[in-house]
Structure formats: structure tokens, C-alpha cells
């Protein structure tokens, strides 16, 4: 479960987001720290520096008016800035109650003691439990006189602390919510992506398990994952089909051969029981037992030669062949028919035909079924002709009928096995000739007009051979 892609893929965009989040709320929440103590600072250097010219002006003043103005500037002070003001440094106000907290020097960091300038510290006050972020400003009487001390304005840190932590619960929620879309994001998406991969997980599944028909679906969208889907189902249909066509060339076989022996055991067995008083039954009846004994050789010699050329365990000898004369050789074993049907069978004889390096007998074996076929087919008094012909490095032998034609639909069909259209051939003729055309490097091209012929084109590689070695 844990192992699955659904959970993992969620997991991990949801990881992937939680730390971003976390990192993104960390660097605000420092932006944030910074900005506020630079701003709390300005503001205290502000005051400090405010304050400092109110005390020496209060100074110079009490100076000249008594101790009247030092306690108006001492309450006026107290009510503006609170407890938050300090001094060190010799009294401004000699006698005088200035409301002023004055600290000691070594509560302090020596260089606002030094009184040199401008200072910005943190300290924590004697007698106090909090530490302060504080700014100090030198006070001198005129302008350029020697500065007497200095005045400290302070903030506590934990008003600072106040300001950011609303930020951190704001930035909290935002990273929570942020992490909840996240999560039903990625989770959808892992859905999307990984629904059809368990659906093809499980068709695959099926298919391992022989299950052919299992399909998964497809979506109307042009991605990876449709894509694959679509070709799983391309070859789960191919793999269907080429198990229905082993189981019907199995059963195709069985019943082929199951029709001859079943003609045979009965004349066998009617002989054996003496059934025939008549020795001229006797015989016919034997002579209908030898027709289906060869019938069933050579069906069994052709299933044999299918099996072998379809696993590719078929030997060619190649030697030379002399193309025309293997065509006259076809032609004349057909002669004795085609007069007896007064077929007119013809001879386009080619004076250039080549002589080749190809399997001679297999090539005869092609030729003698395409012919079959022909006469098959082509009614007494028809025509049928044979020629060869070299053209762009192949050569093409030719066989025309005039039967009744191929129907297109019926065009690939009749090269599956045991597609016959009479009961009398096995209809694996034609599926021969064309793997044998295809084991000699060659193919099998058909052409067909219904109602007037049909021509089979054999199409073999003109790998000529070596002009022979004169002989002295
Ligand atoms: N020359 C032809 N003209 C018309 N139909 C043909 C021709 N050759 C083959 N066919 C069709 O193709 C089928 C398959 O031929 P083939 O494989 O040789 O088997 P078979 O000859 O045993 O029937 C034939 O039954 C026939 O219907
Ligand atoms: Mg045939």
C-alpha cells in the first residue's frame, strides 16, 4: 500500500510543498524581525534625539528662570515618554528633581558613556527583569559645547516579540490552508495519473493470466498514459487474435484429418467384416482407401510445411536456376489437362530469362500450386497462361486464369489455412505458396477482376548468378 504510486506521488508533492511552505514563512517571518527592529530603532534615535534638545533647552532655561521650568519640562517629559527614559552622565540640573531615571555608568555599554555620539544597544536595566532595545543621544548646552551626558530612550524586547508573533499564526494558517489545496491537488492528480497505470496494471494482470479479452479505457486526450493505454489494447486484441487463429488451425487440422481417416476406417471396416461379396466392390473400395491415404500425406505434409515455414525452420538450397527453363517445365506438366479440357494454356516465352540463385524446387512447388489453382478454376475451354518476366531486379512470373474471378473481401482470406472454397482442396495452397514466396526472399502479389480472371504475380529477388567459367 505504503509501496503504491497513489500514495506516493501525493506524499511526495505534499512533502515537497510543506517545506517550501515552512521555508517560505521562515525567511518572511526574518524579513519581518528585521524590518521591525530597524523601524523600532529610527524611532527611539528619533526620541532620543528630540528629547535631548528639550532637556538642554529645559537646562538653559532653569538656568535662567529657577526651578519652575525644570519641573514643568520634567513633568511635561514624564507624561510624553513614561518610564521608558534614562540618563547617565553628570546632572543638568544641579538640586534640582528632573524626573529623569538616572542609571549608573556601568550599567550601560562604555561608548554611550564615552558620549562620543549617536549609540543604538540592548541592556537590561538594574533592578529589572526585562531587556531593552535602547538609543542614546549625547545632550550638550550649545552646539558645540562638551556633552554633559546622555539621554537613553528604551523599548522593551518583548514589545517587539508582541509585533511579530500575530505574523507567525497568520503565516501558520496561510502555510495549513496552503498545505490543504495542496493536498487535494496533488492528490486528484495522482488519481488521474495513476488510475489508468493501476487499470493497466491489472489488465496486464489478466493478460499474464490468459485473458485476452481484458481491455482498459482510453481517454480522448493525446497524452503519454492515453497512449499507452491505446496501444495495450491494440495488442491485447492482436494477442486474442492470433490465439483464435491457433485454436481454428487446430481444429481446422483435426477435422482435415478426421475426414479421410473416417472414410478409411469404414471401408476397412466393411472389407474386414466381409461385406463385399463382390471382388470389384472389394477393390473399388480399397481404391477409395488408397485415394484417402495420399490425401491424408499430403495434408499432413502440407501441415508440416506451414508449421515449419511459419516458425521459420525452413531449409532453402539455393543453386542456379534457369528461369525459363523451370517455366517449361511447369508449363509441360500441365499440357495432358489443358488439352483434355481444351483449355488454351500458353507459354509467354522470354527470350532473356535469367538464370538465378534460388531454391528450384520450392519455386516449382509455388508455381505447380498457382496453376493448380488456375485450372481449378478456369472452366473447360478457358485460358491460362504463364510467363516470366525481369523487371527493376526482381523476377515476376505470372500466372493468368480465366475464372470467375476473386471477390476483394475475399482477397486476404484465402491465404489463411483451410480457407477453401470447394470441399475437395485443404485451402493451405495458397497460405503455402505465400510463405514459401517469403522464405525465398520473394512475395506473393494477386490481382483479380470478378467475372473475367484472376492473375497471381510470384515475385522472386533477381540475385543473379555468376556468369559460368568458361571451360578449356
Ligand atoms: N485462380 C483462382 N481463381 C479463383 N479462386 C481461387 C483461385 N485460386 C484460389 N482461389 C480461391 O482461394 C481458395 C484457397 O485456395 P488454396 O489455398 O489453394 O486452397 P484450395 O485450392 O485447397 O482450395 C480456393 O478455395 C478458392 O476459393
Ligand atoms: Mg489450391
Known amino acids: ?16 510543498i510543506v517545506l517550501a511552505g515552512i521555508l ?13 527592529r530597524g523601524q523600532s530603532i529610527a524611532e527611539l534615535q528619533r526620541e532620543a534625539q528630540g528629547l535631548s534638545a528639550l532637556y538642554a533647552d529645559a537646562a538653559l532655561r532653569a538656568a535662567d528662570e529657577g526651578s519652575g521650568a525644570i519641573d514643568f519640562a520634567a513633568s511635561k517629559l514624564e507624561l510624553a515618554t513614561g518610564d521608558r527614559i534614562f540618563y547617565v552622565g553628570a546632572s543638568l540640573f544641579p538640586g534640582q528633581n528632573s524626573g529623569l531615571k538616572r542609571l549608573a555608568e556601568a550599567s550601560v555599554p562604555a561608548k554611550v558613556t564615552d558620549l562620543k555620539g549617536a549609540e543604538t544597544f540592548e541592556f537590561t536595566p538594574p533592578g529589572s527583569s526585562r531587556s531593552y532595545l535602547a538609543a542614546s543621544q549625547p545632550v550638550r548646552l550649545e552646539p558645540d559645547s562638551e556633552p554633559l ?3 537613553i530612550v528604551a523599548k522593551p524586547r518583548t514589545e517587539l516579540r508582541d509585533q511579530w508573533v500575530p505574523l507567525v499564526w497568520r503565516l501558520g494558517a496561510a502555510v495549513l490552508i496552503g498545505v490543504g489545496i495542496a493536498f487535494l491537488l496533488s492528490w486528484w492528480l495522482s488519481r488521474k495519473i495513476t488510475g ?3 487499470a493497466l496494471a491489472q489488465a496486464a494482470d489478466e493478460i499474464a493470466s490468459g485473458n485476452y479479452a481484458v481491455r482498459v479505457p482510453t481517454a480522448h486526450s493525446h497524452d503519454e498514459i492515453s497512449h499507452l493505454s491505446q496501444r495495450f489494447n491494440d495488442m491485447a486484441a492482436r494477442l486474442a487474435a492470433t490465439e483464435e487463429r491457433e485454436r481454428q488451425f487446430l481444429m481446422s487440422v483435426s477435422h482435415e484429418l478426421r475426414t479421410p481417416l473416417t472414410a478409411i476406417k469404414g471401408h476397412v471396416d466393411a472389407i474386414r467384416d466381409g461385406l463385399f461379396d463382390d471382388p470389384e466392390l472389394e477393390r473399388a473400395s480399397l481404391d477409395v482407401v488408397a485415394g484417402e491415404t495420399i490425401r491424408l500425406e499430403r495434408l499432413v505434409g502440407d501441415v508440416l510445411d506451414l508449421a515449419k515455414l511459419n516458425a521459420h525452420r525452413f531449409t532453402v538450397y539455393p543453386q542456379e536456376v534457369d528461369m ?4 517449361e517445365r511447369a508449363h509441360a506438366s500441365f499440357g495432358e489437362e489443358a488439352r483434355r479440357r481444351e483449355i488454351d494454356f500458353r507459354l509467354d516465352e522470354d527470350p532473356e530469362a535469367p538464370t538465378i540463385v534460388t531454391d528450384g524446387d520450392r519455386v516449382l512447388q509455388v508455381i505447380t500450386n498457382l496453376l493448380a489453382n488456375a485450372f481449378r478454376w478456369t472452366p473447360d475451354g478457358g485460358t491460362v497462361s504463364i510467363g516470366s518476366e525481369l523487371v527493376d531486379g526482381t523476377v515476376r512470373i505470372d500466372i493468368t486464369d480465366t475464372g ?8 486476404e482470406r484465402i491465404f489463411v489455412p483451410f480457407i477453401s472454397r470447394d470441399n475437395h482442396g485443404t485451402g493451405l495452397g495458397l497460405p503455402i505458396a505465400r510463405e514459401l514466396a517469403h522464405a525465398l526472399g520473394g512475395g506473393l502479389e494477386l490481382d483479380s477482376t470478378v467475372g473475367q480472371g484472376s492473375r497471381f504475380t510470384l515475385v522472386l529477388p533477381a540475385a543473379m548468378a555468376a556468369a559460368p567459367t568458361p571451360v578449356a
Open 24 to 36: 517560505a514563512a521562515l525567511i518572511s517571518l526574518r524579513l519581518f524581525q528585521t524590518y521591525t
Open 196 to 198: 489508468p497505470v493501476t
Open 404 to 411: 470467375p474471378g476473386i471477390k476483394p473481401e475475399e482477397r
Open 324 to 327: 525459363g527453363v523451370l517455366v
Open 149 to 151: 551626558g546622555a539621554i
Open 1 to 16: 500500500m505504503l509501496g503504491s504510486l497513489r500514495v506516493r506521488l501525493p506524499a511526495l508533492f505534499l512533502l515537497g
